[in-house]
């Protein structure tokens, strides 16, 4: 069976990766299953740059198929933040409940309070060789959390469709409509396609014997 390794140390992605592909034929292995390995910087400018980092720095490092996911939140009132920095908006080693407690308040007394959250996911072989996959999704601000369940910023993002916050929903219908979920479908329409492609492309250890 085919193996990829989730390139995430984050454990809401993981489980709405791991439920999504679950019907699929691949041996899912994530991080943990292979010890301590160098973290990589997120230090691209753009979802696209740091999924592809995070995917293609996995497989070259462990040797096998790598699928990452590059996500965050981007505000129109805040000019687009906090976009690739939505991890460490409250600084580098900001929890979830930090970067909610700072987008509160950078976003008291705006008036504008409509968002989207984005991803990219990448699935990248050793060579380097990747391909992407992009979903987003629109929604507003909260002024303040609504709802336990989820990750991130997930309580304070209404997502009118629904009338609730992504914390109020469970995981598959956040997953219906999200903007992993949104890349993930495109993922799971093509994965013969994909799988076909990992056969191909991906380096072999053959054994050859050299007759004199
Ligand atoms: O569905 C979501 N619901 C709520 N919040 C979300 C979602 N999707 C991304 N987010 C937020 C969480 C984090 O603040 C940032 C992702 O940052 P990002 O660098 O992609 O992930 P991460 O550092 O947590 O894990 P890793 O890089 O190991 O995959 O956007
Ligand atoms: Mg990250």
Known sequence: MNIIVLATRNKGKTREIRELLKSFPIEIKNLDDFGPIPEVEEDGETFDDNAY???A?????????AMS????LVVTALGGKPGV???????ETATDADNCEKLLREMKGKEDRSAAFECVISIAIPTGAALTYEGRCEGEILESPQGENG????????FPEFGKSFAEVSMAEKSRVSHRGKALQEVAQEFDKI?????INMPRMET?????
């Open 85 to 91: 920095r939505s991890a460490r908006y409250a600084g």
């Open 151 to 158: 990750f991130g910023y997930d309580p304070l993002f209404f």
């Open 69 to 72: 996911d590059d996500s965050g």
């Open 57 to 65: 720095f996995a497989a070259r490092v462990l040797g096998y198929p």
């Open 208 to 212: 050859f014997t050299c007759k004199s």
């Open 53 to 55: 980092k995070k995917a």
């Open 195 to 199: 799988l076909d492609w990992l056969d």
